[in-house]
Structures are given as structure tokens and as C-alpha cells.
């Protein structure tokens, strides 16, 4: 079983739509979750880390279920800038700040 | 605000040459890492550095070289270029303080090997 695991998408979805993504850890003992998104052809960049009690930025709202292993990304209102891909991502914890990262979910925003 | 450079962009390669992909950054941050991405797949660490001095192996180290010599510095080397290694190179640094375990990628190295 893959450590991280994301539905690749592609998810198509008109402006305006609420979309949620979830991702499925197989590790318990992982301590930190992330949500990266990556564009096409560049680098990824972090859009917010998710907390057990579950946390909103604007129109993004993450959540951890730490009972199912499992976190989920909700974005509301979407918008065409919101077209890339969404990288879910975990830190097993101790000193090196190594993360694993999921192959991600493709979100295309339809005007 | 530089952040994480990387060079070069792009890069073809022969089977059997060998080459250096340069990143620096410039946040004085203690952590470097190095990632390879396959097309469809999730991001694998090759190398990763804890402070100058100091480097261990990722998930997939083999074919691969690192040094950090400084804070700044974090080359990655390939001897002996294969077919395998045609991929997208990123590297990236963080700086672990409280909770924060955000890391800056750089624009990565796209390298085909033929």
C-alpha cells in the first residue's frame, strides 16, 4: 500500500463550484499534513498545513481524520487561478523534516 | 527575494556523462533537500542535508552525489547518467522553527538523458 494516496483526477469543475479532494495515509504514526499546490511545470509551493481541529484560509478549508487516516481539502467558490495540482503531503515527525508527498489531484477550473 | 536557485533549467544529457545541478539558497535555513519527479508520480527525496557537513540518503540516493560544504550550497552530482534519471530535479530548504515545517522549492532542473 502507497504511503500517500490521492485521487489523480482530473476533476473538472465550472467557476463557482465547491470541490473537496481527500487523501489516505497508511502510516498512524504520521504527525503533519500539508497541502501543497503545484502549477504545471513549476515548482510546488505550500497552501496550508491541516491541524486535527481542522482549519479554513478564506476559501480552502482542510481537515485530518486521524481515526480513518485520512485528510481532505475543500475549496469553495473556485476560481479559474485555482487550476493546478494538489499535493498531499505528510512529515512521519523527528529531526529531519522529510516529507512524503502524494502524486496529486488534478483540479481544472471551467470558466 | 532570491529564495532557492536552481541551475540549469533544462539539460540533455548522453548516457554515461556526468553533471552538476547547483542550488542555493540565501533564508541562511539548515535544511536542504533534493527531489526527483516522474511525470504522474509524487515527489521522491534523494539526498537531504541537515546542516553543512552533514548529508543522508533519501528514498532514492543511487546515481547520486551531494556536498554541502556551506548553508548556502547544496550540489547534486550525477557520475554516470542513465535513461532513469530523465526526470525533473527540485531542491528545496526549510528552516525548522516551532511547528513550522514549510519548505521552499526551487523552479527546478528539467534533465533528459539519451
Known amino acids: 500500500r502507497k504511503e500517500v494516496e490521492q485521487d489523480p483526477g482530473p476533476f473538472n469543475v465550472p467557476e463557482g463550484a465547491t470541490v473537496a479532494f481527500n487523501c489516505t495515509y497508511s502510516?498512524?504514526?504520521?504527525?503533519?499534513f500539508f497541502w501543497y499546490r503545484q502549477d504545471c511545470r513549476k515548482e510546488p509551493k505550500l497552501l496550508m498545513s491541516?491541524?486535527?481541529s481542522g482549519n479554513e484560509d478564506g476559501r480552502f478549508t482542510a481537515q485530518l481524520n486521524r481515526a480513518s487516516q485520512y485528510i481532505s481539502l475543500l475549496i469553495r467558490d473556485s476560481k479559474l487561478s485555482d487550476s493546478a495540482t494538489y499535493l498531499c503531503v505528510l512529515i512521519y515527525g523527528g529531526a529531519t523534516n522529510k516529507l512524503i508527498f502524494g502524486t496529486g489531484t488534478l483540479l481544472a477550473v471551467q470558466p | 527575494n532570491a529564495g532557492v536557485t536552481q541551475t540549469p533549467k533544462f539539460r540533455i544529457l548522453k548516457i554515461g556523462q556526468s553533471m552538476t545541478l547547483q542550488c542555493t539558497q540565501d533564508?541562511?535555513?539548515?535544511?536542504m533537500y533534493w527531489y526527483r519527479q516522474d511525470p504522474g508520480m509524487g515527489l521522491k527525496l534523494i539526498y537531504y542535508?541537515?546542516?553543512?557537513?552533514?548529508?543522508d540518503k533519501g528514498e532514492v540516493p543511487n546515481g547520486y552525489n551531494v556536498s554541502r560544504s556551506t548553508t548556502e550550497d547544496f550540489p547534486l552530482r550525477l557520475e554516470l547518467a542513465a535513461p532513469s534519471q530523465t526526470s525533473v530535479y527540485f531542491c528545496a530548504s526549510s528552516s525548522q522553527t516551532g511547528i513550522s515545517y514549510e519548505q521552499y522549492f526551487g523552479p527546478g532542473t528539467r534533465l533528459t538523458v539519451t
Open positions: 533564508m541562511n535555513h539548515n535544511y
Open positions: 491541516v491541524y486535527s
Open positions: 502510516n498512524s504514526a504520521s504527525q503533519s
Open positions: 542535508s541537515v546542516g553543512a557537513g552533514i548529508t
